[in-house]
């Protein structure tokens, strides 16, 4: 399996952006389909963006599209997710996730992928 650490997250307010970065090792990051998800405290993960192989195909959640833009750059073995216009309710952990294999509009499930980061902690004030 691939390895995964994120970095990136903070302490900004409302309004503001951040940009989360998944660094890869361990494996060829190219050969897997990448994801974020997040956890607010007493709910259950949820998607918020994913990315195909290559980078050419992104998927959003309601909640991300328009604020948050998911990326890749394979050279770096790193995937990034910038996000804008920040609220309150984007306060949560977010973890970066990859899978060598994604069943077809599967990609919002947490149990598609195999591979998970430690988080990294996004706290928006008001």
């Known amino acids: 399996q691939v390895q995964l650490v994120e970095s990136g997250g903070g302490l900004v307010q409302a309004g503001a952006s951040l940009r989360l970065s998944c660094a890869a090792s361990?494996?060829?990051?190219?050969?897997?389909?990448m994801g974020w998800f997040r956890q607010a405290p007493g709910k259950e993960r949820e998607f918020v963006a994913a990315?195909?192989?290559?980078?050419?195909?992104?998927y959003y959640a309601d909640s991300a599209k328009g604020r948050f833009t998911i990326s890749r750059d394979n050279a770096k073995n790193t995937g990034y997710l910038q996000m804008s216009s920040l609220k309150p309710e984007d306060t949560a952990i977010y973890y970066c996730?990859?899978?060598?294999?994604?069943?077809?509009?599967?990609?919002?499930?947490?149990?598609?992928?195999?591979?998970w980061g430690q988080g990294t902690q996004v706290t928006v004030s008001s």
């Open positions: 996730a990859a899978t060598l294999v994604i069943r077809l509009h599967r990609e919002t499930g947490a149990g598609e992928y195999e591979s």
């Open positions: 361990g494996r060829t990051f190219s050969d897997y389909f």
């Open positions: 990315i195909s192989w290559s980078g050419d195909a992104a």
